[in-house]
């Protein structure tokens, strides 16, 4: 275990930590969201995204680079057809199954283990998107 | 609007803020979690989609991101949950078809609810935005429906 994959274990354990705090992790809590019976949800996109939009915008100003090395570059990606395509599946598979990937992940931390099927389904959905790249 | 109240949604979002910040300031890696399946896959395919170098970069970190989230999770059940560990009632159909257009989708779109919901939006960028409008709108409409049509759990 190097240095670098120590501090994602331990970050990824507030990041779990976190989603099953808020109830990402419960499919049923995620649904109800969806079915605006309770918008709560809407403040665990938006309290980790401002959380995050200042280690992104602000901490490299006052740091040059990464404290372990590397470099700091802001999540960006080029906007196609495949991008909007592909949200339109997500989010039908989202709101049929109230599973997002990383919630799906954590919520095996809270012994749900129903959603070892969603998982595995991900990665099947995964190994199809391989399989349609023509690259 | 709020039946829980809004404490544990925003705590629970700061304190998943603060471990992708947390990665990003030590190590500058964004904590996405949607690619994790297909650079996972790149241990046991050779087709060149998975065999991507960035993909085998990632892979290993990937992994112990994954682990993370486990173990976070499992530390809350034990600690301040007031539940305990839980099972979900959802159907088992559901779970299977809805994972198989999340696993599909999110890699279609390069994003997920923490890539272009986390860490997108973080970034101010524009492409995120426009995935985060779209597939919260979609999943509020099939949510919506398939409560009408009488689907529960």
């Not at chain 1, 099947?124 to 391989?130: I, K």
Request: hydrophobic share 50%; net charge positive.
């Amino acid at each position: 275990m190097n240095k670098q994959n120590i501090t994602v274990l331990v970050g990824g354990i507030f990041f779990g930590f976190g989603l099953a705090y808020s109830g990402m992790t419960k499919q049923e809590i995620v649904l109800s969201f969806l079915q605006l019976k309770d918008l709560g949800l809407i403040f665990v996109m938006g309290g980790a995204a401002l959380v995050t939009f200042f280690a992104v915008n602000v901490v490299p100003r006052y740091l040059k680079t990464p404290l372990l090395g590397g470099k700091f570059k802001p999540r960006r990606a080029l906007l196609s057809r495949n991008v909007i395509i592909g949200a339109i599946i997500f989010g039908v598979g989202w709101g049929l199954s109230g599973q997002c990937p990383g919630s799906a992940v954590a919520s095996l931390g809270t012994g749900n283990i129903a959603v070892l099927v969603g998982l595995g389904a991900m990665f099947v959905g995964a190994y199809l998107r391989g399989l349609l790249d023509k690259q | 609007m709020f039946p829980l109240g809004i404490e544990p949604y925003l705590v629970g979002g700061i304190l998943a803020g603060i471990g992708v910040s947390l990665i990003y300031i030590a190590t500058g890696l964004h904590a996405t979690q949607s690619s994790f399946f297909t650079t996972t896959l790149s241990w046991f395919l050779k087709r060149k989609h998975f065999q991507k170098e960035s993909n085998i970069e990632e892979r290993t970190w990937r992994l112990f991101l994954a682990t993370g989230l486990v173990i976070g999770a499992l530390l809350y059940t034990l600690t301040l949950s007031p539940t305990g560990f839980w099972n979900t009632s959802v159907q088992i159909w559901r779970l299977a078809l809805g994972g198989l257009l999340v696993g599909f989708g999110t890699r279609l779109s390069q994003g997920c609810t923490s890539g272009h919901g986390i860490s997108g939006l973080a970034s101010l960028s524009t492409t995120s935005l426009y995935a985060v409008i779209v597939f919260m709108g979609v999943a509020i409409a099939t949510a919506n429906i398939i409560q009408l049509i009488g689907v529960s759990p």
